[in-house]
């Protein structure tokens, strides 16, 4: 064989080995980009699970918190009812008072000026002349 002969064989087989090579190098760069996507894939989806799962928490959270201010919330209208109640009664029973005191006093001023004379003893108390 001649050295061109040769060299070209050679040269031919340094291409095709570089090209393997190279080859090689491009599927394991390949597999090791497909680990890679598939683990940040993976820490995604595990993310998200938790996102959803805090989520959830914090909606039951939110839910048990809104029951506990609606049933304080209902604890504040029934005892605000309950002293409206109380506040109500006792005004009541004022002006009852008030009324009762005002017929007494009618009642005693009206005995007096009843168109007679009284001086103050006790006989002209009892309307006797």
């Known amino acids: 064989m001649s050295s061109e ?6 040269e031919s087989r340094s291409c095709t080995w570089e090209e ?3 080859t ?9 980009e497909a680990k890679i996507q598939a ?3 993976l820490q995604s989806a595990k993310a998200e699970a938790e996102s959803r799962k805090l989520e ?3 909606q039951k959270m939110r839910s048990n918190l809104e029951e506990k ?4 919330m ?6 605000a009812e309950e002293w409206r109640a109380a506040a109500q009664f006792q005004h009541s029973e004022q002006i009852r008072k008030v009324g009762q005191q005002a017929r007494k006093v009618m009642n005693r001023n009206n005995s007096h000026f009843s168109g007679r004379k009284s001086c103050g003893c006790f006989p ?6």
Do not use: P
Request: with cysteine; aromatic share 4%; net charge positive.
């Open 56 to 58: 959830v928490k914090i």
């Open 24 to 32: 090689k190098s491009c599927l394991r760069y390949q597999r090791e």
């Open 124 to 129: 002209c108390n009892n309307h006797h002349i």
């Open 5 to 10: 002969c040769r060299r070209s064989v050679s």
């Open 74 to 79: 209902a604890d504040v209208h029934r005892k």
């Open 39 to 41: 683990w940040v894939n």
């Open 20 to 22: 393997e090579e190279k």
């Open 69 to 72: 201010l609606m049933k304080r």
